[in-house]
C-alpha cells in the first residue's frame, strides 16, 4: 500500500486532494506523466492546468484529444472527489466531450475547472470547461461518478 493509498482511508477527499494541491502528498502518476501544473482544490470544484508541449500532440499539428478529455476528466472527477468522506471511492462512469477549437502551443497555458453538478449518494453528475490562456472555452464536458466504501 503506497502512503497515497494509506491517507485515502482516514482523509476525506478534500483533505488528500489539497494535501497534493500543497505538496504534503505526491501529485497522481498521471499528472506528472502528462505535467499538469497549477492544481488548485476547493469544496466541490478542482482546476488544472497544462502547458502545451509537441509531446502533447497529434500527428496533424495539434494537442491530442485524450489529453485534453484527460484534463477535463481529472477536473470534473476530481471535483467529485472532494465530496468524498474517508475511506470513499469513486469512478468515472462516463466522460463526454465536445472539443469547440484546436490546442497548440500558440494557445498558452490551457486551464481545465471542474464543479460537481450534483451530489448523491451513490452517485454524483460534474462538469469541466477547458479554456487557453486567452479565455477562449476549447472543450467542455460532463462526468458522472460512481461513489462507494
Not at 469544496?43 to 509537441?54: M, N
Not at 454524483?124 to 461513489?147: F, K, N, Q, W
Amino acid at each position: 500500500m503506497t502512503e497515497t493509498q494509506a491517507d485515502f482511508m482516514t482523509m476525506t477527499g478534500l483533505e488528500l486532494l489539497q494535501a497534493m494541491a500543497e505538496g504534503k502528498l505526491p501529485p497522481a502518476p498521471i499528472a506528472e506523466t502528462l505535467g499538469m501544473v497549477e492544481f488548485e482544490v476547493e469544496p466541490g470544484s478542482v482546476a488544472v492546468g497544462l502547458d502545451p508541449q509537441p509531446k502533447h500532440y497529434n500527428p496533424i499539428g495539434m494537442v491530442h484529444g485524450g489529453v485534453l478529455s484527460t484534463l477535463l476528466d481529472t477536473a470534473a472527477a476530481c471535483s467529485v472527489h472532494t465530496t468524498l468522506e474517508a475511506g470513499q471511492g469513486y469512478t468515472s462512469l462516463d466522460l463526454n466531450v465536445k472539443f469547440l477549437r484546436a490546442v497548440t502551443l500558440d494557445s498558452g497555458r490551457i486551464t481545465a475547472r471542474g464543479r460537481v453538478l450534483h451530489r448523491g449518494r451513490s452517485t454524483a453528475l460534474a462538469t469541466a470547461e477547458l479554456h487557453d490562456a486567452s479565455g477562449r472555452l476549447v472543450a467542455h464536458a460532463t462526468s458522472s461518478c460512481m461513489i462507494f466504501s
